[in-house]
């Protein structure tokens, strides 16, 4: 699997509206709080289906997906990842870190970061991220810092940009805590939103 792939096992009704990706596919466009996906805290809008039970949909059209999850049993294995792909790190980052490790850390804040944003739902959809622009791991590697761009979309059509700082702990089992969020948006007013600020 690649970095933001994962597998969950989840009954039905997964409480799911899928939408058709342009370049094949299906991504989850959004979920009832009260169905198996949102109830298991993994899942968020924005995840992309890869895999019903061993079936690969990484590129299946809408209606082929509906019918597998439609066969599939009771409680079914679903793999699902980020759609994040590859995220762009300049060199000028990359040499602010220490080890190949420290970058794969500073990955997985930026990934749960945009976990947390999807999650959280108030700026739109986050289409994508841009470029990591800022980088940075303290604390013997517990502590990862990150600041990026992201395209955002409130209707599907238009779309915004904002200035993404999150500030992440690992933790024991190797997962990610945001411990800070914030979104400054480019445009218009030059707002910013303060989705996370735990004290540490």
């Given at each position: ?5 994962f597998t969950?096992?989840?009954?039905k009704p997964?409480?799911?509206?899928l939408?058709?990706c ?8 959004e979920?009832d ?8 805290k ?5 995840d992309?289906l ?9 590129k ?5 997906v509906?019918?597998?999850l439609?066969?599939a ?11 994040l ?8 980052v ?9 970058a794969?850390?500073?990955d ?6 945009v ?9 739109g959809?986050l ?18 810092l ?10 599907g ?17 190797g ?26």
């Amino acid at each position: 699997m690649a970095l933001g792939d994962f597998t969950v096992e989840l009954g039905k009704p997964l409480g799911i509206i899928l939408e058709e990706c342009d370049e094949g596919g299906v991504y989850v466009k959004e979920m009832d709080k009260n169905g198996a996906a949102a109830k298991s805290k993994t899942i968020v809008p924005g995840d992309v289906l890869l895999k019903v039970e061993d079936n690969d949909v990484s590129k299946s059209d809408f209606d082929s997906v509906m019918e597998l999850l439609i066969e599939a049993p009771p409680q079914f294995k679903l793999t699902v990842g980020d759609g994040l792909g590859t995220m762009d790190m300049p060199k000028n980052v990359v040499k602010t870190l220490q080890t190949t490790e420290d970058a794969y850390f500073v990955d997985a804040v930026v990934r749960e970061a945009v976990r947390r944003i999807r999650r959280d739902g108030r700026l739109g959809n986050l289409v994508k991220v841009e470029v990591i622009i800022g980088a940075g791991v303290q604390n013997e590697g517990k502590r990862g810092l990150a600041r990026f761009f992201a395209i955002f979309s409130t209707d599907g059509f238009t779309t915004y940009s904002c200035n993404v700082s999150a500030t992440g702990i690992r933790q024991d089992d190797g997962s990610v805590r945001i411990v800070y969020l914030s979104c400054a948006k480019d445009e218009g007013l030059g707002q910013t939103y303060d989705l996370i600020r735990e004290v540490v």
